[in-house]
């Protein structure tokens, strides 16, 4: 028996593509009903993750910038571009976006917590407590505030680690960080609030970074605690110990050499011609 004189497949065969129909229809008829102006998204809702709180972000305000840059409605919101609007924002890490009916968007957001400056004596870009740099222009009242990091570009998460790491050691003998420094040799020094700078020097075998500088601070008292001057820099890449610059002993030694100089009696002919020839460098 053909086909065509097969009622019950016939039959069969049209119902299957009747529920087709129906099927495609509902979800056209879906489509467009999303698309209806009905469904406009009319209000965004800020909220901060739990456990945190918005220092820095206005939820209204942040609300009504990005809000005109979602296009579609509640159903047909792209919510991927809509995160990543969000997150375009100074100071916005992470967010979460879900639809909430009739017409709101929930977004739920992280904020960056600033931990120093990031090559920028200005206010305009930060590296956070998780050592990730973030741009927020602007905030020249908070970097004034705020230690400087110097360092490469995408050296921010290894700077902000030991940053961490050099102000827990000076804090024991009284010591604020001010700028935090990484050449381009990767040697480090630091300044603190006082004005006086510590060479700490490169990593070495057997001499690391931290241990040369928790030999500063072991013996601060001793040093560079008792001493009444004015102290400019501390040297400390020595393998066993540091050097100081002091101008007040330099002043006081280079006056000591001119008083001497001018003391001495004066030279004859024979004994300028001496001293004018230039010695070989060992």
Request: net charge positive.
């Amino acid at each position: 028996m053909s086909f065509w004189h097969d009622v019950l497949l016939l039959n069969r065969v049209t119902r299957a593509c009747v529920m087709l129909a129906l099927v495609v229809l509902a979800a056209a008829g879906l489509r467009a009903a999303a698309g209806l102006p009905a469904f406009a998204i009319k209000s965004v809702v800020v909220l901060p993750q739990p456990g945190t709180s918005l220092d820095h972000v206005s939820a209204a305000p942040l609300a009504r910038t990005v809000l005109p840059r979602l296009s579609g409605t509640l159903f047909t919101v792209d919510l991927s571009a809509a995160r990543a609007a969000f997150e375009s924002q100074p100071w916005v890490r992470t967010v979460s976006v879900r639809r909430a009916w009739p017409d709101r968007l929930l977004v739920t957001l992280e904020e960056h917590r600033a931990l120093a400056r990031w090559n920028d004596d200005a206010g305009n870009r930060f590296v956070s407590v998780l050592g990730e740099a973030f741009d927020a222009p602007g905030e020249a009242d908070l970097g004034a505030r705020l230690p400087l990091l110097l360092g490469p570009e995408g050296a921010a998460a290894d700077m902000a680690r030991r940053y961490t790491q050099v102000r827990e050691r000076l804090a024991l003998v009284g010591k604020e960080v001010r700028v935090l420094s990484l050449s381009a040799r990767q040697a480090w020094s630091v300044r603190v609030a006082d004005g006086l700078v510590l060479e700490l020097g490169r990593e070495q075998p057997g001499s690391s970074v931290l241990s040369r500088l928790d030999r500063f601070v072991a013996n601060y008292a001793a040093t560079v605690g008792a001493l009444s001057a004015r102290i400019e820099v501390v040297d400390l890449r020595y393998p066993n110990g540091f050097a100081l610059r002091v101008p007040a002993l330099r002043a006081a030694a280079q006056a000591e050499s001119g008083a001497a100089r001018g003391a001495r009696p004066a030279a004859g002919p024979r004994q300028r011609a001496a001293a004018s020839k230039p010695r070989r460098r060992e």
